[in-house]
C-alpha cells in the first residue's frame, strides 16, 4: 500500500471497486459480519477491521464519521453472531481437527493431543486444540526451533520429532500435518503404541497432502484413522448450513445501516440548520447594506423588519422539511446531503476550513 501510495506501483483494476454512502456501509457491515468472505462467517475480518481502525486513530488520519461507521459495523457484527446462525460449525480444515476430536471423544480435559507439524496447519490445529484444554497437548516438527516456538505460545511441550513413535502410546488423539512423500506415521508404529494403551482408544487425523498415516492402521482395534475428505466434508456441511443464514444477515445488516444513517442525520441536523440560517442571514444583510442607502431614514427599520419576516418565513418550510428529513429512515440522510448542494452550504464549509 505504501509503495502505490508513493507512486512506485499501481492498483490494478480488477483490485479495485467504489462504493458509495449506503452502499458503502452495507458492504462494510457485510464484511464485519463475515458475509462477503470466501470462508463464509470467519470472525478474523471483524478484529482486522478493528486493528485498522485503531492504526488510522494513532495516524491521526480517519474522521469521527467513519469511527462512528466502523463501531456501527462493530454492532452488526455482534448482532448477526446472535441472531442468526452465520458463525456456527467449523469452517476450516484445522478447526475442523479439534471439532472432530470433541465430537469423538467429547470433552478432552483427560485427553493428550499430539501435533506432527508446526506449519501453518499444524499450528492451527494447536491453537484450536489448546482452548479446548486439554490434558496434555505436545507438538513435534522436523525443525526443533519451530515446534518450540509455537509449545511457547501456547504454554505446551515440544518434543523431539525422532520420539514422535514413542509419543503415540501417551496420545490419545493424534493429527498429523507434515510434508512428506512417505508415511511418518505407520501400521507397525501405530500397532506397537496400542500395545501399551490397555485398549484406549487412539484417534487419528490425518490433514496431510499426501497422507501421511499408513491408512491400514485404521484397521486395528480401537484405533480410528480420520483423513481431509472426512474433514472436508464436515466443513461443506457447516459451510451449507451458514450460506442458509445470510438472508437473515442481510436483514440485519439493512437494518444497521438505517439506524446509522438516521443517527448521522440527528446528529448533522442542527448543523445544516444553524448554516442554514446564517447564509439566508449573510445574504440578507448584504442586501440590507446593498438598498438601505435609497430608503429615507424614517423608512430603515421597517425594512429590515420586512427583510426578517421574509427571511423568517421563507426559512420555516425547508427547516421543517430538514427536520423531517432526519427522522425518515428512507434516504433522510442523502437528502439532508443534498441540502447542503442545494443552498450552497458545502461550499460555504470548504471556505470556512480555508
Not at 486439554?134 to 525443525?143: D, E, H, S, W
Not at 444553524?274 to 438601505?292: G, Q, T
Amino acid at each position: 500500500m505504501l509503495d502505490i501510495a508513493r507512486g512506485e506501483e499501481r492498483l490494478r483494476s480488477d483490485h479495485l471497486f467504489r462504493r458509495l454512502e449506503r452502499d458503502a456501509a452495507a458492504h462494510l457491515f457485510r464484511v464485519a459480519c463475515g458475509a462477503d468472505s470466501m470462508m463464509l462467517g470467519e470472525t478474523q475480518i471483524a478484529g482486522q477491521i478493528q486493528e485498522s481502525l485503531e492504526l488510522a486513530q494513532g495516524a491521526g488520519t480517519i474522521g469521527s464519521s467513519l469511527v462512528r461507521l466502523v463501531a456501527a459495523s462493530s454492532r452488526a457484527c455482534k448482532r448477526a453472531r446472535s441472531e442468526t446462525g452465520i458463525g456456527a460449525g467449523v469452517v476450516s480444515v484445522a478447526s475442523a481437527t479439534a471439532y472432530l476430536a470433541q465430537r469423538v471423544f467429547g470433552d478432552l480435559n483427560r485427553k493428550e493431543v499430539l501435533i506432527l507439524g508446526a506449519g501453518e496447519t499444524g499450528a492451527l490445529a494447536a491453537r484450536h486444540f489448546q482452548k479446548r484444554r486439554p490434558r496434555a497437548l505436545r507438538v513435534a516438527n522436523r525443525t526443533p526451533e519451530r515446534s518450540r516456538a509455537l509449545a511457547a505460545e501456547l504454554g505446551s511441550e515440544a518434543i523431539p520429532f525422532e520420539e514422535r513413535e514413542r509419543a503415540l502410546r501417551d496420545s490419545d488423539i493424534v493429527v498429523c500435518a507434515t510434508r512428506s512423500p512417505a508415511p511418518l506415521v505407520t501400521r507397525a508404529a501405530v500397532a506397537e503404541a496400542m500395545r501399551h494403551r490397555a485398549g484406549r482408544a487412539l484417534l487419528l487425523i490425518d490433514v496431510s497432502l499426501p497422507r501421511n498415516i499408513e491408512r491400514s492402521a485404521a484397521d486395528i482395534e480401537n484405533v480410528f484413522l480420520h483423513d481431509m475428505n472426512d474433514l472436508r466434508q464436515i466443513v461443506d456441511q457447516n459451510l451449507s448450513r451458514r450460506l442458509k443464514e445470510l438472508p437473515g444477515v442481510e436483514q440485519i445488516v439493512a437494518k444497521e445501516v438505517e439506524a446509522f444513517f438516521r443517527k448521522e442525520a440527528g446528529i448533522e441536523v442542527d448543523p445544516l440548520i444553524k448554516d442554514l440560517r446564517a447564509r439566508f442571514e449573510e445574504i440578507r444583510e448584504l442586501e440590507l447594506e446593498r438598498s438601505l442607502k435609497r430608503f429615507r431614514e424614517e423608512d430603515r427599520e421597517a425594512a429590515r423588519r420586512l427583510a426578517s419576516d421574509l427571511m423568517q418565513k421563507l426559512l420555516h418550510r425547508p427547516t421543517v422539511e430538514i427536520r423531517e428529513a432526519a427522522r425518515r429512515s428512507d434516504g433522510g440522510a442523502e437528502q439532508l446531503l443534498w441540502a447542503r448542494r442545494l443552498f450552497g452550504l458545502d461550499a460555504r464549509s470548504e471556505e470556512e476550513e480555508e
